[in-house]
C-alpha cells in the first residue's frame, strides 16, 4: 500500500492520544494503540523512501534516565532528532533529588521550552510510575499558572509496572511477521521466566507483554518457578483482558510444558515481585548489608532453575519447531554472553537477526507517541509532510 | 502590544551588545540592559505564538559547567536550541585543564565552528570572572590571527562576582511583576542573607541582584548577620549605582527590620567573604583536612542565626504584608527540603509558582544576550523572523 | 580561486570514497584523499562566507570515545553539526561491553536510525582498528538483512594504527602552509619520539603520519631512542610509499641528527611499541600490580632521554632555522605544562599560532569524510549547496 493510502486510513482511526501522556498501555483504548502502530509504520516507510518527517523547527526533548540503557536512550534520541527535537539529558547523578516538593519544582525548571520528557524509572516496585505521575501533575499546574507555554508530554520509557515503548514494539513486530493484528487473534504466546546469572531485573517487560498482547486475542501462557510471581494486579487485568479480546490466560510451572504448540516464546529473567518488594524496602533505607544477603539468597534460589533455558529441545516442542523467538535485549545467550543463562547460542543465533528487527521498531513508536500528543490529526500532519516532500539526506 | 510594534520600539534602543562578551551586568549600559529585557520579552511572546526563532541553520553552543547545575544548563540549553544551535559540553572532569598556556589552547580548540559560550565558574573567590577573560583574550587571539572564522561570544552563566543571567531574568521578573521598569523606581527590596545548613554558597547572587536593582531606582537593603559581607568593591559601585538611579542603599543586621515596608524580599544564604577567601586557599593546595575543619566552624557559625528564616511573621511587617518573595532556586525550605532553612514552607508556597514564572525568564535572557552579541541590529532580525513567519511547531 | 570553481576542479577528481568506512589512509587511493583535503577546503571555505552546508535535514551522528578525548571529540561534533546530523554519544562507561556477539547487536542496536558512526579506540594494541572492523562487519550484516534502513559510515577518530582524522588535517595544513600537495615532493619531514613525563601514549599519531605523508613524495625521517619502534608493518608500507611517491625514508636514533635540513619536525613522544603490547597484555587481564611494574620501568626508561626535547638549539639546524613545528595537541611543554616535555617554551610559542591553525582543519575532515561517503558525487552536492545559498547565521 502506498504512503498517501496508509495514511488516509490511519486518518479514519479516531484516538484520543492529544496531550495526554502515555504511561501505560491499559490506560489507552485498542483505537489509541492501533493509531500508534500504523503512525510508526508510516514514519518508519517515510524514513526508508528519504522524506524528512521533521515537524519541530526547535523544541526540547528532555530524558530522564534514573537506570542505566543503550537501547532505548538511541531509541528516545532518534525518536526526537526525526521529528526536529534536540535531546537534553537531566542527570539527576549525586543531585539528590528527592520526590516530594523537588518533584514539582524540577519538573517545571526543566520544561519552560521543553515538548517531551521521557523517563526512565524502574528500580523502586511501587515507584517508578508513580514518580512519572508526580512529575505530569507538576506540569499540569505550570502550565494551568502559565509558567509553562505548553504542557510537555511525558513518555513513558519503563517504569517498575509496564515498558511500554518496549511492549508496543514487540506488538509492531508481531503485526509485521504475521501479516495484520487480526492474525494475531488465538496465536499462541508464552511469556516465560528464564534463568540469569543475575539479579534484580524488573518486572516490566513480562508485565507489559502479558497486559498487551491479552488485547489483542492472544492466548497468553505466563510460565515462571514457583514463586516467581508478577504483580497481581496486573494478572487482574490480563484475564479481564483475554476474556474481551477473545484470548485465554493460562499460569504454568513448567516451562518444557508452557512452550508446546506455541507461537511466539519471550524466554526473559525477572525477579519474583516479593523480592522487588524487600528490595525496594532495602534500597530505599540504603541497607547494604541486607541488599547483600538478599542478592545471595536470590541467587541461591535462583540457581535451582538453571533448567530454564531456552534451547533446542524446548524450541522443538513448539508450533512447527519454529516459535518467534522474542527478547527485549540485551538476552543472556548460554556460552556466550555469560555460563548459563535465559536461551542457548543456537536457538538466539536462529532468531538473532529478527530480535534486531524486533528492537528497530522502537523509534518509531516512540515518534509515533509524540506524535500522537502534539497534533489533534496526525493524519493531517502526515499528508502535510509527504506534500511538503523534503529530504532528509541531500539537497 | 502587538510583536511588531514591540520590536519597532525596541529597535530604537541603542545598544553596545554586538559582539561584545556578556560578564558583568555592571560594564554594560543601561541601554544594553534595557535592549536584553525587551528582546527576551519579544522571543517569549514568539515562542508563545508558536513562531520560530531559529536565526542560526546550524552552529554550536559550547557550555563549560566547572560546578553543578540543573536550571542554568536547562536554559542555557534551550536558549541555544531557541536560535538553532546544537548544546555542546565541554567536560573538564578529570582532565585537570589548568589556567594559562592551556585555557589559552582550549579555548581554541572548542570554538572552530562554535558560536558561543557559555560558562560556570563561580567556586573560586578572584577566579570565575578572571578566567573567562583569559578564555576571551585567547578567542581574540584565535580570531585576530585567523584561525577562528568568527569570535564566539562568551556568556556568563555564574562566576563568583556575578550571575548576570539570574539578576537580568529577576529584573525581567519585577519589571513584569511591577508593569515596567520606571515603577521600580522607589519601591524598597530586601536582599537577605538567610539560614541554611550548608555551608560554601556563592556570593554571586546578592552580589548580582544588589548591583543591577540599584541601578534602576530602587531602595536597596542589604541585610546579613555581621561577618556575612558580601565583596567590598560591589557594595562600593552598588552605593554609586543607587545615588546615580535615584535610590538608596543600606546595610542592615536584622532581617527582621530590614523587611519592613519591603516590596520585594530576596532571602537567601551566602557564605561570608572572607570565609570564601579562606576555603579558596585551601581549595587550591587540596588542604582536605583544613576544609572539612573551615565548613566545620562555618557551620556552627551559621547555626547561630537559624532565627534567619523567612517566615509568616516576617512576611508581615512587609508593605501590604505581601512583599514579592524571589529566589533563585532551588529554596532550602524548613520542613520540606531541609529541617530549618531560609523560608517557611507556608510563605514559600505562597509564591511558589511566582518563584516559577522568574525562573522561566532566563532561557529568554540568554537567548536575548546571544542575539544582541550576535547582531548588529537585533531588531532587524526579529523583524526578518516575524516577516518570514516559520510555525516552531507544526507545517 | 572562486568557490563554484574550486567545487568544479573538485568534482574531476574521481574517487572511490561512496559508502566506504574510513578507517586507515592507506586503504584508500590518492584521488580519494585528495578529494577529501579539497572538499574540506571547500567546506572551511563556504563556513567562512556565512553559507550553511547542512544537507541533513536530520539524522544521527553516533560518537564512542573509548578513550579521553576533547579536540576530536568537538571536530566530530563541529563536524556533524556543520552538515546538520545531532551527536549522540554511545557512553560505554561500566557497561561493559565486550567483543563478539555483544558488539554485532550494539552496532546494530545504536544504528537503526544513524548516519554515521565515530570510533576512537587507541588504548589497545592490535584491537582498535579490528574493533571498528567488527562493527562495520555487523553493521554491514544489519543493511544486508534489511534490519537497517541504510549503512551508517564508520570514521576511525583514532585507533591502535591511525589517527586518520589528524593525519589528514595535518596534510592539508602542511598543503595549505607550503602551497599545494606537489610542492611537498622532497621537503623534509622529521617524525620524532620526544620526552613526556608520561606513558602509555598511542602509536597511532607517529604511525599515521609518516604513512601518510610518504605518499606525497616526502622524505621521512622517523626519529626515535632505539628500543622505540612502531609497528613493523606500518614501517614497511611506508618505506613501499617513499618508493612509489619518489621521497625517502629513514630512521634515526638521534634527534639533533635527525633534524639537520629538516622543513617540518612533528616531535611528539609515545610508548615503545614492543611495550604497548605488554601493556594490552596486562590491561585484558587487568593485572594492577603488572601495570604499575610497568609503568615504573618504563618512565625510569624515558627519563633517561630527556634530551629528546625540541627546543632553540635543535631548531637551529633545521632549515632556515625555521622548520615547520607539528603537534596534534596537547604538547608536554617543558616549564609550561610540565616540569620537562617535548618541546622547550619559546619553540611551542613561536609556532604556537601555527598548530592551532593545524588543529582547525580537523571539522572540515571529518565532514568531508562524511560527505565522501554519504554522497556519490561529493561535487554536485556541493554545487546544490551554493546555489541554493542559505545563510548559516541571520535570516
Known sequence: MNLRKRIEESGRIKSDLFQKDFLLTWEKSEKDLRLILEVAGILKEMREQNISSKVFDSGLAVSVFRDKSTRTRFSYASAANLLGLAVQDMDEQKSQIA???TVRETANMISFLSDFIGIRDDIFLGEGNKYMREVGQALDEGYEKGVLPSRPGIVNLQCDMDHPTQSM?????????????????????????????SYGKPLS???????LMSRFGMNIELAYPEGY???????????????????TFSVSHSMEESVIDADIVYPKSWAPYHIMQQRTKLLKTAD????????KTCLTQNAHFKHWEYNNQKMRLTKNQDALY???MPADISGVSCKEGEVSADVFEKYRILTYREAGYKPYIIAAMMLGNMFEDPGKILTGILNRNIKRVGI
Do not use: R
Not at 497481581?232 to 483475554?242: A, C, Q, R, S, V
Not at 547494604?288 to 542478592?295: M, P, Q, Y
Open 99 to 101: 520526590h516530594g516538593e
Open 169 to 197: 514494539a514487540d506488538l509492531l513486530h508481531l503485526k509485521n511477521h504475521f501479516g495484520s493484528l487480526d492474525k494475531l487473534q488465538g496465536k499462541k504466546i508464552v511469556m516465560s521466566w528464564a534463568y540469569s546469572p
Open 205 to 211: 517487560v513480562p508485565q507489559g507483554i502479558i497486559a
Open 229 to 247: 510471581g508478577l504483580i497481581p494486579e496486573i494478572i487482574e487485568l490480563t484475564k479481564i483482558n483475554t476474556i474481551k479480546s477473545g484470548g
Open 288 to 295: 547494604k548489608n541486607g541488599l547483600a544477603e538478599l542478592e
Open 326 to 328: 522474542m527478547h527485549c
